[in-house]
Every structure is written in structure tokens, then in C-alpha cells.
């Protein structure tokens, strides 16, 4: 995905981050913070989702903004 932005030192600075630490920090050792993954999501124009246990997709839809009603 980086390559799609313009390669990992677009996607860096970008997300306002050493393009060295990026580069570890996706590594297979690599061990990101959680500020680091949400920088890397926003700077791909993505968002991360975390669906309550137990509340199944098919229960639940969209509004207009894309955010998820359970029970809609």
C-alpha cells in the first residue's frame, strides 16, 4: 500500500515519522505503537474498526458516515 502512496518515505512524511523507524517498525520484528498504526491509517486514508464480541455483521448497518449502529 505504501508503494500506491508514493513509497514508504512519502508515506513517512506524510504521516510525520522517520522514515528509518517506519521501515523497522514494519519489519517482520516490527513492533508498532498504537500512535504509529493510526498516523500509517490516516495518512492511507483508512480507519481501524473494532466490532463488539458477540455483535455479528449481519445485525448491524451503516449510516451515512460509514459508522455502525448495532441493532440498525
Known sequence: MAK?????QAVA???GLNPTQL???LSRDGN???GTFL??????EMRLSVPA?????SSRAADADGEF????
Open 4 to 8: 500506491a502512496i508514493g513509497g514508504v
Open 39 to 44: 498516523a500509517l491509517l490516516k495518512t492511507m
Open 32 to 34: 508498532p505503537t498504537l
Open 13 to 15: 512524511g506524510q504521516a
Open 23 to 25: 521501515y523497522r517498525t
Open 53 to 57: 464480541v458477540g455483535d455479528p455483521p
Open 69 to 72: 449502529q448495532a441493532g440498525a
